[in-house]
């Protein structure tokens, strides 16, 4: 079960991936939309439950900021791990992590 297609990727019936990416900096904003560009960093929320992750990515010398929101809070801690030890990666390359272990 690759992460792009998890049933748990969810919040409120809604599917959580991709994010929609939110320009932060850099270079001009390119709109970029989808599983593009590079992971740079990754924040759980503080507000508890923490039901959603916030993700940073650079795409083309730009900055974007994404959100996942996750009702099952759980799996919301172990993606935000996960997510961590991928900071560097691209996030297509993410989105096809095999995440059968977390069913």
Not at 28 to 40: A, M, R
């Given at each position: 079960m690759r992460l792009r297609d998890h049933p748990l990727m969810t919040y409120r019936r809604l599917r959580s991936w991709p994010p929609a990416w939110t320009?932060?900096?850099?270079?001009?904003?390119?709109?970029?939309?989808?599983?593009?560009?590079?992971?740079?960093?990754?924040?759980?929320?503080?507000?508890?439950?923490a039901d959603r992750i916030f993700i940073y990515m650079e795409y083309k010398d730009a900055f974007y900021i994404g959100c996942i929101l996750i009702d099952h809070h759980s799996f919301c801690d172990q993606l935000a791990r996960l997510l961590q030890d991928c900071c560097g990666r691209p996030v297509r390359e993410i989105a096809d992590l095999d995440l059968s272990h977390t069913l």
């Open positions: 320009w932060v900096g850099g270079a001009d904003n390119q709109h970029p939309k989808g599983e593009v560009g590079v992971l740079k960093e990754v924040k759980i929320s503080q507000i508890k439950p």
